[in-house]
C-alpha cells in the first residue's frame, strides 16, 4: 500500500468562551430597537460576555489549553505558538509568551502574536502549515482569541462577542487530518478605513455600511485570484465566511453565486440552507470573536455534521479589515474535531443587560495599574484568571484544573524517552524536558 504523503494539517479543533451570555431580545429591548432587526436583519441570538477575571489572554490560553490537556505526547511536540488577535492587551508584550508560561510549553518555542484586525488567525495558520512541513515532528498551536468591544448605543453594539479558537497543527496524511487545505489560496490586500481601533482607544471605531462593501468586494476579488490559480476544483459540499454578524454570511453567499452566475433565487436559498447554514449556528449564539469567527463555525460545522464531513470540500473566505482577503478551500478527513462547543454554550450564565454595563465597565476598570485583587473566583471548568494589574504587570493565576492538567502532562513527558541528539531536525534537538517545568 502506498504512503499517503504527509502535509501541514489542522489535525484538532477547540473553542473557550467566556462566563456570561446576553440574548439579543433583552438587548433590543433596552435599546429600543425592534428585535427581529437583531435576529432576522444581523442573525444574532446572543453574544458572549466576559466576566471578572476573563480576558484576550485567558481566552487564549484556555484554547489553548483544552487541545493539550491529558495530552502529554501532544505538549511535548509542540515548537511554536502563535496568537492571532486584535484586542490586545500589551503594546510589546506577545500573549502567546503568556501563554507559553501559563501552559508549561518547552523553551525551544517560537512564540509570537500576528495582528492584522480578522484575518490575524488565517496568516498565522498558513505560516505554521508551512513550518511543519519543515519540522514534521513537530507541532504548532494557532490561537484566535478576541474580546470585540464597539460604543455602547452604535450600531456596533449587537455585533460583539468574546472567545477564542485553537488550532492545532501538525504534518500528517489527509486521511489522519481534520482538514487539509488548498495548496493554493487567492488573496487580495486593499488600504482602506472601514473598520480600526487607535491605540488610545477601547473600543472600534467603523464605517459600518462601507466595512459591508469592502468585505464583499475583497471576496470576490480573492476567490477571482483563486479561481485563476486552479484549473479544476471539486464544488465545495461547505462554505464557511467570515462571519462578524451571521447575516454577513448570508449576503456573501448571494455575491459569490452571483458571481458565479446564480440567479434563481430558489436555488439561491436553499444552497445557502445546505452549504452555508449549518455551521453559523455558534456565531448567532456567540456573536464576533474577529479573528476566531472563521474557525468557529468550522468548530460548528464539525460539531454539528461529525463523521460525515470525511471526504468533503469546504471552501473558506477569510477577512480583515483594513484589509486582507483569503479564499481557500479544504478537504476532511477522518480525525473531525470534536470541540464540545454546544455544551459549553449551554453552560453559560444568562445575564441581563444592566449586568452586562456593570460587567463591561468592570473589565476596563481591571485594565487600570494597581487593579490587582486575589479574590476573583473563577467560573466551573476556567483554568486560568486574570487578577488585574500590579506594578504594570498583568497578573495570572492558573486555578487548580489549569495546574492538574499541567501537573499530569508533566508527569506522562518525564517518562518518555529522551530523543537522539543530531539526528532530527524537530523535536529531538531540542532541550524537551525543560520547557516543561512549571
Ligand atoms: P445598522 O445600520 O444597524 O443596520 O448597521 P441596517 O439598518 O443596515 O440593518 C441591518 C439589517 O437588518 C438590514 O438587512 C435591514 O433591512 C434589517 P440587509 O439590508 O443588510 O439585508 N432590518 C430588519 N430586519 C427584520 N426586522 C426589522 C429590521 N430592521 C432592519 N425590524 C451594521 C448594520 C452591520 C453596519 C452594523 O451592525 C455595524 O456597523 N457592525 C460592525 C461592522 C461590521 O460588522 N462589518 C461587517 C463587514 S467588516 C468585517 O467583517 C470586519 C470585522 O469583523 C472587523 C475586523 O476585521 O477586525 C468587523
Not at 507559553?100 to 490575524?120: E, T
Not at 470534536?338 to 443587560?353: E, F
Request: charged residues 25%; aromatic residues 8%; hydrophobic residues 35%.
Amino acid at each position: 500500500m502506498v504512503e499517503e504523503q504527509k502535509d501541514g494539517v489542522i489535525l484538532d479543533v477547540s473553542v473557550a468562551v467566556p462566563r456570561y451570555v446576553l440574548s439579543h431580545d433583552a438587548l433590543a429591548e433596552a435599546r429600543g430597537i425592534d428585535p427581529d432587526k437583531y435576529r432576522y436583519g444581523l442573525g444574532c441570538e446572543e453574544m458572549s460576555v466576559c466576566g471578572p477575571g476573563e480576558d484576550t489572554v485567558t481566552l487564549a490560553a484556555e484554547a489553548a489549553w483544552r487541545l493539550l490537556k491529558g495530552d502529554p505526547e501532544r505538549l511535548s511536540r509542540v515548537g511554536m505558538c502563535i496568537v492571532g488577535t486584535e484586542s490586545n492587551v500589551d503594546a510589546s508584550k506577545s500573549i502567546a509568551s503568556t501563554l507559553h508560561g501559563l501552559l508549561g510549553l518547552r523553551p525551544a518555542c517560537r512564540v509570537f502574536d500576528i495582528q492584522h484586525a480578522c484575518y490575524g488567525a488565517t496568516a498565522a495558520l498558513q505560516m505554521a502549515r508551512s513550518w511543519v512541513r519543515q519540522y514534521p515532528r513537530q507541532l504548532a498551536l494557532v490561537i484566535a482569541s478576541d474580546v470585540a468591544r464597539y460604543e455602547r448605543c452604535s450600531p456596533g453594539e449587537p455585533t460583539q462577542g468574546a472567545g477564542a479558537v485553537g488550532l492545532l497543527i501538525g504534518a500528517a496524511s489527509p486521511r489522519d487530518a481534520c482538514l487539509t487545505l488548498s495548496a493554493v489560496s487567492g488573496t487580495y490586500a486593499s488600504d482602506v478605513n472601514d473598520f480600526w481601533r487607535p491605540t488610545y482607544q477601547k473600543t472600534a471605531c467603523v464605517k459600518g455600511k462601507f466595512s459591508v462593501d469592502c468585505y464583499l468586494k475583497g471576496m470576490v476579488e480573492a476567490y477571482d485570484d483563486y479561481k485563476a490559480q486552479v484549473k479544476a476544483s471539486a464544488v465545495p459540499e461547505h462554505m464557511l465566511f467570515h462571519a462578524p454578524f451571521p447575516h454577513m454570511a448570508r449576503k456573501a453567499h448571494r455575491r459569490l453565486m452571483v458571481h458565479q452566475g446564480h440567479t434563481d433565487e430558489i436555488f439561491l436559498a436553499d444552497d445557502y440552507r445546505r452549504r452555508v447554514e449549518p455551521s453559523l449556528w455558534a456565531n448567532r449564539r456567540v456573536g464576533n470573536i474577529y479573528t476566531g469567527s472563521l474557525y468557529l463555525s468550522l468548530a460548528a460545522l464539525c460539531e454539528q455534521e461529525g463523521d460525515d464531513l470525511t471526504g468533503c470540500h469546504a471552501a473558506l473566505f477569510s477577512y480583515g479589515s483594513g484589509s486582507c482577503s483569503e479564499y481557500f478551500t479544504g478537504r476532511f478527513g477522518q480525525a473531525v474535531a470534536r470541540p464540545g462547543l454546544q455544551a459549553m454554550l449551554d453552560a453559560r450564565d444568562s445575564i441581563g443587560v444592566s449586568r452586562y454595563e456593570v460587567l463591561s465597565d468592570a473589565s476596563l476598570a481591571l485594565e487600570q495599574n494597581q487593579s490587582f485583587c486575589e479574590d476573583i473566583a473563577p467560573r466551573k471548568g476556567q483554568p486560568f484568571t486574570f487578577l488585574g494589574i500590579r506594578d504594570h504587570e498583568r497578573v495570572y493565576r492558573q486555578n487548580e484544573i489549569g495546574r492538574r492538567g499541567e501537573d499530569f502532562a508533566r508527569e506522562r513527558v518525564e517518562s518518555l524517552p529522551r530523543a537522539i541528539p543530531g539526528r532530527d531536525p524537530g523535536v529531538g534537538q531540542r532541550p524537551l524536558l525543560d520547557g516543561v517545568a512549571g
